[in-house]
């Protein structure tokens, strides 16, 4: 293993005791400037740029430079400048990450993770399924192409990620896809939704508590933050972390540190988190509703998903993806239909996006299963399919209110969205309960 620190000045010294330390007979090479041709000298496992390099202006350009040449070196970008954006641009060049060191022994220590992370052998890439695409992404549009590089961008890196997007566009997809393929594929990856916590809970949730740390805490419990240690936190619906949660967050993504509600030790943790945002963040950090510092923390990488009615032209894809997944489920054979008969599918708007659709077939599917009839004579049944997906979903959601007495957590919890989500879909059908009180209320 060959690991080759760029630097010219003091911090290069520390950087290279370090990784002679940390990983015993590999061979440490120096280098004063950051030539890619020095990529070509030998076998190469990583490169480290030291604060001689990094901390100078155009180290972006350098990273680029580097990545172009070996774009399957990991490079690690060691500064002693706190920087948000020097962070970002370097990742966005092609870093696999951005590290702040300090003098003396802080240095030494966050230079041996950065060089350990960067260092250790790769993952052997996953195959994905045959009917699947990359990364579980089914489609040939230029929007879903782009997020497929973005994908792979990401899951080089272990940089945070924020993934925006409508409900229902594959943002627990794409998480999952950057945790599969990128180097932590051994570690766990823990999903959790912010909006379908209480918040009396929210704290205990995400750092866990001690024994005896109030009424009820009965042993010691985690909390997602340390489950997901090594791993992959997958933080869906984000934007309804209330406000002081989101400063107890902050304060764990600059430490990587937790203290578990009613400990006294704090412990050190290893995440990425991966946020996915509904709503636009962005609009609510001017707003005041979001936390800017923490917004900028979560955004290292961004992934915007298109909504499935700018991409129409994956529809037919997505179709056959869904009924070849019915088959092998059902041991059904149905076939996919022509394209005429698929232009209902292909001219409604689809407000749930790609969740709507896979939900939409499965109906269909299930009906033709049941009545004899193939998929195709289903859908020239059902001419008006927009309207009567929607007068479906009303009736479902009423449906399943009243099967609860009108308790919105069972009915979410029966219908698998959040609560949330239930309120903003009664909300787009206008169902109040019947003592007639608003929808809208606070997570």
């Given at each position: ?14 950087l ?7 990983c015993p007979?590999?061979a ?5 400037t ?5 990529l070509?000298?030998?076998?190469v496992?990583?490169?480290?740029l ?15 430079a580097?990545?172009?040449?070996r774009?399957?070196v ?10 948000a954006?020097?962070?970002v641009?370097a ?10 060191v300090r ?7 966050a ?10 052998p790769p ?26 590089a973005?994908v792979?961008?990401a ?15 594959g943002?627990e997809?794409?998480?999952r ?26 704290e ?9 740390a ?7 419990r985690?909390g ?14 984000v ?28 412990r ?7 946020a ?8 609510m950090?001017?707003a005041?509703e ?10 290292v990488?961004?992934?915007a998903?298109p ?22 489920r ?28 896979e ?6 599917l299930?009906?033709a ?11 020239r ?9 929607w ?7 009423l449906r ?8 919105r ?5 029966a ?5 949330v989500t239930l309120?903003?879909?009664m ?17």
């Amino acid at each position: 293993m060959r690991i080759l620190i760029v630097d010219d000045g003091p911090g290069g010294d520390l950087l290279a005791v370090a990784a002679a330390r940390a990983c015993p007979g590999a061979a440490v090479c120096r280098a004063s400037t950051a030539d890619p041709a020095r990529l070509e000298d030998g076998p190469v496992r990583v490169v480290v740029l030291g604060p001689g390099v990094a901390d100078r202006p155009g180290v972006a350009e350098v990273v680029r430079a580097l990545a172009a040449r070996r774009p399957e070196v990991p490079i690690v970008v060691a500064s002693e400048q706190d920087r948000a954006a020097a962070a970002v641009a370097a990742v966005k060049a092609g870093a696999a990450d951005y590290v702040v060191v300090r003098d003396g022994a802080g240095a030494v220590g966050a230079a041996l993770a950065a060089i350990l992370g960067a260092a250790a052998p790769p993952a052997p890439p996953r195959a994905a399924p045959p009917d699947d695409g990359c990364c579980g992404l089914v489609g040939t549009s230029r929007a879903i192409e782009e997020v497929r590089a973005l994908v792979r961008t990401a899951a080089r890196t272990d940089a945070h990620v924020l993934i925006e997007g409508e409900t229902g566009t594959g943002k627990e997809l794409v998480a999952r896809a950057i945790h599969g393929l990128g180097r932590r594929t051994g570690g766990p990856f823990v999903p959790l939704n912010c909006a379908a916590i209480p918040e009396p809970l929210a704290e205990s949730e995400f750092f866990g508590h001690a024994r005896g740390a109030f009424t009820g805490a009965l042993q010691e419990r985690p909390g997602a933050l340390r489950l997901a240690d090594r791993g992959t936190l997958f933080l869906d619906e984000v934007e309804d972390l209330p406000l002081a949660l989101q400063a107890k967050l902050l304060r764990v993504v600059q430490d990587r540190e937790v203290r578990p509600l009613g400990g006294t030790a704090a412990r050190r943790v290893d995440v990425r988190i991966v946020a996915a945002a509904n709503r636009d963040l962005g609009r609510m950090v001017e707003a005041g509703e979001f936390r800017r510092d923490l917004y900028y923390r979560l955004r290292v990488l961004a992934i915007a998903l298109p909504p499935l009615r700018q991409r129409r032209e994956d529809v037919p894809a997505l179709v056959a993806h869904f009924i070849g997944r019915y088959n092998r489920r059902h041991g059904t054979t149905f076939a996919v239909p022509p394209p005429p008969v698929l232009r209902p599918l292909l001219e409604h708007t689809w407000p749930g996006n790609v969740r709507e659709l896979e939900n939409t077939l499965e109906s269909l599917l299930t009906l033709a299963s049941a009545s004899g009839l193939d998929l195709a004579r289903v859908l020239r049944e059902r001419p008006t399919l927009g309207a009567s997906l929607w007068a479906d979903e009303r009736t479902r959601i009423l449906r399943v209110l009243e099967e609860h007495r009108w308790n919105r957590q069972r009915a979410a919890a029966a219908l698998g969205i959040s609560r949330v989500t239930l309120w903003r879909r009664m909300e787009r059908h206008g169902i109040r309960d019947p003592l007639g009180a608003p929808v809208r209320e606070t997570a």
